[in-house]
């Protein structure tokens, strides 16, 4: 093990992962937006948006983010439409992310109970207060465990996104393998650099959703 | 015209159907395996033992935290180096997809045994059932209710994910489809045709997932 | 009988659901102050009732007509009726991500914009009358079945409303808690609150009303005083009914 060389280099994993974490950061956005949209056109069941959003969901669930940001980065310029790596890498994760989002907000909204939504009734709530006091509370605290879920795994998907040269932690590593042949020592720190990055989140999502559990009927 | 448009799929489809054969090699086999050895891993994650519970959780954990495609990229270069043996891209891809599937076939299994009524447990061995007459007769078949649409769910993962493969040069799908673009330069119709290809292999598997969780559910 | 001035009417009310009709052309009237509890046996259609007079279901004819207008009619709003008619429902639904308080106030704060300092001393004079004082910062998961109970009977009468609605509210209680959720019914039947209670606990029944309804194939088969009612009833299905109950 050259610990010399883990010095020196030690900036450029800095570099590439704050790459890795920006592109995660709006990747995510995307994906949450999306989400938002679609499970809220699902809620509401609104006519043609629905269906779309049903085949959109299905795509975007079975199929690999590589092929869907090699189609974008490299099949897309030949219809004339060109893309710089990172709005591929932006675009891939939130079609991707979309449908997970999607998902797991529903699931929280169909888990608010119909009993929780006849007591508002009850006490006079209109459409937006149901909403907003009795249904999103709730339903925010029930999707949080597959949220977080969902942030981590774009945020490890971001690492494929190497293949389309962006900058990031695998992309990286892969140059400096190939520049110095210190392949232990790349490797080492790119592992090493997921761990800072990935499990204080975990751990910060973690308690959040304990934060929020109090929603949860029992205990 | 022959080699443009949506005809270069129709002319190349035997390139590109060769290729898939590497990548179902790839997800099968690994499936396979792990469908046994996650099996292993599920019991031993519901071990008592403390040191065993910890190394367990470690391993899931890092499955978790290190994305795939590090993990692969790793072996394919870390062991040859390391251990001084050349290892093909084939065979780094299935030793990881089999060590991850281990480690998610594990929880599957774990999550389904954990989620049984203490009622059934306690039922059976009030007749006087040893513990693997317990396991064998009350445990595994209606765990087996849970795993299964599971394991399914692992199965489209693991098809999707075999797409890194290309990347650690591999001969599989997306790398022959990349040879035909090559020579074509139809890059936006074999990559649909890719992305219709992942799809056609996965939907069904996700339908039938949700069709088996949904008809178990009760 | 009753010369208070009528608060609710219900004219030939019919409801079904697919094929099968839960209320076939119900009629009666409730006055100021009354309290009628409604008997009946499982799928006469009482707790339909109830919710036909809450607009949490929609009717097929007929017509629900609270103190003096009908709540079908167009230019009535569902939510204001609502505010008027309170119900309390037998699964005690508190909103699970609220505080008891919290719970309580959300109606009248946001529903009927009413000042918070009023609205939290009634809301703590009534906690104390049903005996929770000391859990106003409490979830609904920390609390015992009756006393969500309690506490539902609070947030629907911290609304003010002129009717309040029981529906089995018990019925899904420990015995043991029984007792003291009828007790706090009982309470604000002495204190002339206008009510109509579904109940099955025919003790109870006898001693809260002052008017008993006999339903059957979502009909009033027959109705009376208490004491007329249980100790000699005139149909022969009521007859039959009352016979199952040891009171």
Known sequence: MDWSYLGRELPRYIEAGLVTLKIGFWGILAALITGLVCCFVLYYKIFILQKIVKVYVELSRNTPLLIQVFFLYFGLPQVGIKLSGTACAIIGLGFLGGSYMAEAFRGGLEAVGNSQIESGLSIGLDKRQMMQYVILPQAISISMPQVSANFIFLLKETSILSAIAIPELLNVTQSLIGLYYKTNESLLLLTVSYLIIILPLSIVLGYIERRLRHAEFGN | ?218 | MNNEEIVLEIKDLYKGFGERNVLNGLDFTLHKGEVVVIIGPSGCGKSTLLRCINGLEKIDGGDVILEGSSIYDKNIKMRQVRQKVGIVFQSYDLFSHMTVMENILLGPLKVQKRDKQEVSELARELLKKVGLSDRENDYPRQLSGGQKQRIAIVRSLCMNPDIVLFDEVTAALDPEMVREVLDVILDLAKQGLTMIIVTHEMHFARAVSDRILFMDHGKIVEEGEPEDLFGNPKTERAKQFLNKFDY
């Open chain 2, 1 to 218: 015209m022959q080699n443009s448009g949506i005809n270069v799929i129709f002319n190349n489809i035997g390139i590109l159907l060769d290729g898939l054969g590497n990548t179902l090699l790839i997800a099968v086999t690994s499936l396979f395996i792990s469908f046994f050895t996650g099996f292993g891993f599920g019991l031993l994650r519901m071990s008592k033992n403390r040191i065993v519970k910890l190394l367990t959780y470690i391993y899931l954990e890092a499955f978790r935290i290190i994305p795939i495609m590090v993990w692969l990229f790793s072996f394919f270069f870390f062991i040859p180096r390391t251990l001084g043996i050349d290892i093909s891209g084939e065979v780094a891809a299935i030793v990881v997809f089999t060590m991850w599937g281990t480690a998610e076939m594990g929880d599957i299994v774990r999550g389904a045994l954990e989620s049984l009524s203490k009622g059934q447990i306690e039922s059976g061995l009030s007749i006087g059932l040893s513990k693997l007459q317990l396991f064998l007769y009350i445990q595994f078949p209606q765990a087996i209710k849970r795993i299964v649409p599971g394991a399914i769910s692992l199965g489209t993962r693991m098809i999707k994910t075999t797409s890194l493969v290309v990347l650690i040069g591999v001969i599989d799908v997306i790398a022959r489809g990349k040879q035909v673009i090559e020579r074509t330069k139809e890059a936006f119709w074999i990559y649909g045709f890719l992305f219709l290809l992942f799809f056609l292999m996965c939907y069904p598997l996700s339908i039938m997932a949700r069709k088996l969780e949904r008809k178990w559910e009760s």
